[in-house]
């Protein structure tokens, strides 16, 4: 019962004013936030054009209803994982797996990138189609719906999991991820855009991957190391900013071998 309890505690800082004041008054929480929604963007911007994929076989207007139920199920996953995970993130056993999944996460993109392949496998959108399980199941539109849901989950499983490493605090979780899950799907190209002139971006999110992996295990308890959010932020920051030096250094010796 005393589970039961502490996850609706969770769930009722939802509705508390003074969390919000403190929230939306801090400027580090604004800047966790912005950590949280350009990650998001920058892991999740190629997974709305699999999922525009995986709608394609409909009508032009049942595409965008199909995505709409998708994006509501893919708040309602948020508001319930998070209210969920703050409650087992506490267990040092759940920080230490989600810690070791975040550091194969990153582990994997650099081995893949070493072989050339860091794009999605053809089986992601195996089956969601006229044929697939789902679809003789519930139907041609409401099969279609359950696939993205699904698929929805899945992408989320890696940027839940990073906005825990990232934070604890209810409001910057459930702001950063609500408005992730937004920027995912409303600006994708934004970000395709972003990746394909800074492709430097992809890796370094990535490496914020691996760094929040390191922060989630340093506070396990044989480690016992606290980040404090501000000096976080500052870690976050500055590999953003040395992105954009390494981009630059890289178009200058692109430029000096074209000469």
């Given at each position: 019962?005393?589970?039961?309890?502490?996850?609706?505690?969770?769930?009722?800082q939802?509705?508390?004013?003074?969390?919000?004041?403190?929230?939306?008054?801090?400027?580090?929480?604004?800047?966790?936030?912005?950590?949280?929604?350009?990650?998001?963007?920058?892991?999740?911007?190629?997974?709305?054009?699999?999922?525009?994929?995986?709608?394609?076989?409909?009508?032009?207007?049942?595409?965008?209803?199909?995505l709409?139920?998708?994006?509501?199920?893919?708040?309602?996953?948020?508001?319930i994982?998070?209210?969920?995970?703050?409650?087992?993130?506490?267990?040092?056993?759940?920080?230490?797996?989600?810690?070791?999944?975040?550091?194969?996460?990153?582990?994997?993109?650099?081995?893949?990138?070493?072989?050339?392949?860091?794009?999605?496998?053809?089986?992601?959108?195996?089956?969601?189609?006229?044929?697939?399980?789902?679809?003789?199941?519930?139907?041609?539109?409401?099969?279609?719906?359950?696939?993205?849901?699904?698929?929805?989950?899945?992408?989320?499983v890696?940027?839940?999991?990073?906005?825990?490493?990232?934070?604890?605090?209810?409001w910057?979780?459930?702001?950063?991820?609500?408005?992730g899950?937004?920027?995912?799907?409303?600006?994708?190209?934004?970000?395709?855009?972003?990746?394909?002139?800074?492709?430097?971006?992809?890796?370094?999110?990535?490496?914020?991957?691996?760094?929040?992996?390191?922060?989630?295990?340093?506070?396990?308890?044989?480690?016992?190391?606290?980040?404090?959010?501000?000096?976080?932020?500052?870690i976050?920051?500055?590999?953003?900013?040395?992105?954009?030096?390494?981009?630059?250094?890289?178009?200058?010796?692109?430029?000096?071998?074209?000469?």
């Amino acid at each position: 019962m005393s589970v039961l309890n502490h996850i609706l505690d969770t769930y009722a800082q939802f509705f508390d004013l003074n969390m919000w004041g403190k929230i939306l008054t801090d400027p580090v929480s604004w800047g966790l936030i912005g950590t949280l929604i350009i990650l998001e963007g920058l892991l999740s911007a190629d997974n709305a054009l699999v999922l525009a994929v995986m709608v394609k076989h409909l009508e032009p207007k049942k595409r965008k209803k199909a995505l709409f139920y998708g994006l509501l199920g893919a708040y309602i996953f948020r508001f319930i994982a998070i209210g969920i995970g703050v409650y087992l993130i506490k267990f040092w056993a759940i920080k230490a797996l989600g810690a070791a999944y975040l550091a194969w996460l990153a582990i994997k993109y650099f081995i893949d990138k070493r072989k050339g392949d860091t794009g999605h496998d053809e089986e992601e959108t195996e089956g969601i189609n006229q044929g697939g399980l789902l679809i003789r199941l519930f139907g041609t539109f409401w099969g279609t719906v359950a696939a993205v849901e699904l698929m929805d989950i899945a992408f989320s499983v890696d940027s839940v999991l990073a906005a825990f490493g990232v934070s604890n605090q209810v409001w910057i979780l459930f702001v950063g991820g609500i408005l992730g899950v937004l920027m995912m799907r409303g600006v994708a190209g934004v970000f395709l855009t972003l990746i394909d002139r800074i492709p430097e971006l992809e890796t370094t999110a990535y490496i914020l991957i691996l760094i929040i992996a390191i922060k989630m295990a340093l506070t396990l308890p044989l480690i016992n190391i606290h980040i404090e959010s501000l000096h976080f932020f500052i870690i976050l920051a500055v590999t953003f900013a040395a992105t954009f030096i390494v981009h630059f250094m890289n178009k200058k010796k692109e430029t000096s071998k074209q000469n």
